[in-house]
């Protein structure tokens, strides 16, 4: 199981990431015990506090000639991490 899939990189988290916090897509079934050791191990650095928010998809409709089709964009979760103080994540070296 992969517990880290993406970062995220969005306006307002690239704000926190001045405040010493990162955002990643994890796994839906990741814990937070466990995303701390995934980002400590990927990135090495200290993780300080992890907090986790789940998202359920939009539901999403698109009309053509034939029918409309329904459908649901996928779920995912959210884990907003806290480093330690002097702590640095680089996550645009690798772009």
Same mark, same amino acid.
């Given at each position: 199981?992969?517990?880290?899939?993406? /970062?995220?990189?969005?306006?307002?988290?690239? *704000? +926190?990431? *001045?405040?010493? %916090?990162?955002?990643?897509?994890?796994?839906?079934?990741?814990? !937070?015990?466990?995303? !701390?050791?995934? %980002?400590?191990?990927?990135?090495?650095? =200290?993780?300080? !506090? @992890?907090?986790?928010?789940?998202?359920?998809? !939009?539901?999403?409709?698109?009309? =053509?000639?034939?029918?409309?089709?329904?459908?649901?964009? /996928?779920?995912?979760?959210?884990?907003? @991490? =806290? +480093?330690?103080?002097?702590?640095?994540?680089? +996550?645009?070296?690798? +772009?």
């Amino acid at each position: 199981m992969q517990i880290l899939k993406s /970062p995220l990189i969005t306006e307002k988290v690239s *704000e +926190l990431n *001045e405040k010493g %916090v990162y955002g990643f897509v994890v796994d839906r079934n990741a814990n !937070k015990i466990q995303i !701390k050791k995934a %980002v400590e191990e990927v990135y090495g650095v =200290t993780v300080d !506090k @992890v907090r986790t928010m789940n998202y359920e998809g !939009k539901e999403k409709t698109r009309y =053509t000639k034939a029918r409309v089709i329904s459908g649901r964009k /996928p779920s995912f979760k959210k884990a907003l @991490v =806290t +480093l330690q103080e002097g702590d640095v994540i680089d +996550l645009y070296e690798n +772009l």
